[in-house]
């Protein structure tokens, strides 16, 4: 937040005459390291004309240019802000109250329907059992009782009763006395006991007549309560859309407050354009990205960064984007050597005589540029591969000839499919969640025999190929001659690695082996991935 003020405070002083150097604003961000409130101006003003003022005459007028910059940009800036999001809130203020009345009456919906099948279920039924079945089981109540256990009996005698309930009979105990007597009736027909044979077949005969009545029953009661909840269900149904909608309008608002609010502040940015541009402010042109007022949790490992820490990771580098594509696009577009045209620098000099001689070149040829990404998202490289396909993500419409995205623990997968959308939460997360990592180890040998092999195709002349891993291989094969082809067919090769630059070549560390064959940088930290940029740039 500050970083972006004082920036954005530092181009406006410089369009009136101001001198304010990147080192300038560093050494103002060493001297007040907390957050600033720029409305105490007898806290703020001494220390800016101190760090930003060249001579008397600057601190004379620098109180005046500090308001007019205040009213003209920040105050109009937070004022459209202010009014955006209140316009924002009212809406969704509107849309949760429509939300709270949907999802009352959604409620209210599904109590009486919960009433209504309650009372249908209660309805009763007589159980209509022959009355010789009944007479039969009176009579064998002494051989039911030595047979059967006292829950088993007093359901099988509850049969018996005159106003026997079919919504009565527990089915749990109907269902095992439905397993039990086939196999106590085989016993007793295998032991030759006949008459027990015929008792358990009798009893299992009413059990037939029990459960086809309970069922038909069922079937009824669940009939009724289809035809009676019907129009309940119907509103049920109309409501649940509603409420769908209204939480997809919740989102739609959140978003456009989100693209409104990113408008604004790049609306407000055109206007200081000369942060990045005036050779006053950064010399000579060149893009410069500010690393020396960078936040110290840059430096940290992946591994140790926050949550929050991350998000202001992808901010900064969503805020810098300007940059790092003119540096990455600087490198891309510079590495071709200019070819002299002798047929027109000969026409040419014959038209002067050859004072002065001018040299004409070559239109140069339409850059193909495209990048091969590979990492390794095995455990000790995760956060860091996570971290690198954001930014690259955020890069990659700079390649025209495109950009190709392979991940690896022990074997190659193309995931470039899952990065063409358009989040890139989305698409980060859809790719680390794609490949098994959990019980697998790393191999650098296959994925390259596979890069190579499945993939020669994508590897041009005009081809980037940019590997992220700690090279450390468990004592597999190092996949050498693979890597020796990649790297004759590519333009240019990189490795970054996660690992600390002594423990390369310690273990089972191949990094030495691999940076053999080009430039390998050291990508622990956040601020390691930006310098990377900076120096290939």
């Known amino acids: 937040m500050l970083l972006g003020y004082m920036t954005e405070f530092a181009g406006y002083l410089n369009d009136n005459g101001y001198e304010v150097t990147q080192d300038k604003i560093s050494r103002f961000l060493s001297l007040k390291n907390e957050e600033i409130d720029f409305t105490k101006e007898e806290d703020i003003l001494p220390l ?10 600057e601190a004379g007028t620098f109180s005046d240019y500090f308001h007019q910059y205040i009213k003209k940009y920040r105050g109009s800036y937070a004022k459209e802000k202010k009014r955006i999001q209140k316009e924002q809130t009212e809406r969704v203020e509107y ?10 009456e959604l409620a209210y919906i599904e109590q009486k329907l919960t009433e209504k099948r309650n009372a249908v279920s209660r309805e009763s039924e007589i159980l209509n059992i022959p009355k010789t079945q009944k007479n039969y089981l009176r009579k064998q109540e002494d051989k039911i009782k030595k ?3 006292k ?4 359901f099988l005698l509850s049969l018996c009763t005159e106003k026997a309930d079919v919504s009565d009979i527990s089915m749990k105990t109907f269902e095992t006395l439905e397993k039990k007597i086939p196999d106590k009736a085989e016993k007793a027909l295998l032991s030759g006991k006949s008459e027990d044979f015929d008792v358990y077949q ?3 005969e009413v059990l037939k007549k029990v459960k086809a009545q309970v069922t038909q029953h069922e079937n009824y009661i669940e009939s009724k309560i289809f035809r009676e909840t019907k129009e309940l269900r119907g509103q049920q149904k109309e409501l649940e859309n509603r409420l769908q909608k209204l939480e997809e309008e919740e989102k739609r608002i959140q978003n456009e407050l989100d693209n409104k609010l990113y408008t604004l502040s790049h609306q407000f940015k055109e206007k200081t354009a000369s ?4 050779e006053t402010f950064k010399g000579g042109g060149a893009v410069q990205l500010l690393d020396e007022a960078m936040p110290q949790f840059m430096d940290k490992p992946f591994k140790q960064l926050t949550k929050k820490e991350k998000e202001y990771i992808y901010q900064y580098i969503r805020q810098n984007i300007v940059s790092f594509k003119t540096r990455l696009g600087r490198y891309l577009y510079t590495q071709e050597k200019r070819k002299i045209d002798m047929e027109r620098t000969i026409q040419m000099t014959c038209k002067t005589g050859g004072i002065p001689l001018k040299l004409c070149y070559e239109m140069p040829k339409r850059n193909r540029a495209n990048l091969i990404l590979v990492l390794d998202i095995s455990g000790s490289c995760r956060e860091a591969s996570e971290m690198l396909l954001s930014f690259m993500y955020l890069l990659k419409n700079i390649f025209t000839g495109g950009c190709r995205t392979y991940v690896f623990v022990n074997s190659l997968y193309d995931v470039t499919e899952l990065m063409e959308t358009d989040d890139i939460h989305t698409a980060v997360q859809g790719v680390l969640q794609s490949v098994p990592t959990k019980g697998v180890y790393s191999d650098y040998n296959r994925p390259m025999e596979m890069l190579w092999t499945n993939n020669r195709k994508y590897l041009k002349k005009d081809s980037f190929v940019l590997f992220l891993g700690d090279y450390r291989n468990n004592k597999n094969k190092e996949g050498t001659e693979w890597l020796k082809n990649i790297h004759a067919r ?8 996660t690992d600390k630059k002594e423990k390369w070549g310690q273990g089972d560390s191949i990094a030495p082996v691999y940076s053999r064959f080009a430039s390998m940088y050291e990508a622990r930290t956040p601020s390691d991935l930006i310098h990377f940029i900076d120096q290939i740039g």
């Open 48 to 57: 800016m004309k101190l760090c930003f003022c060249r001579n008397k005459k």
């Open 95 to 104: 849309n949760h109250s429509c939300k709270e009345k949907v999802q009352k």
């Open 147 to 149: 047979y059967f256990t």
């Open 151 to 154: 829950k088993e009996t007093s």
């Open 202 to 204: 009798k009893i299992f």
């Open 275 to 278: 942060v990045t541009h005036r």
């Open 490 to 497: 590519a333009k240019k090769m990189f490795f970054l690695n």
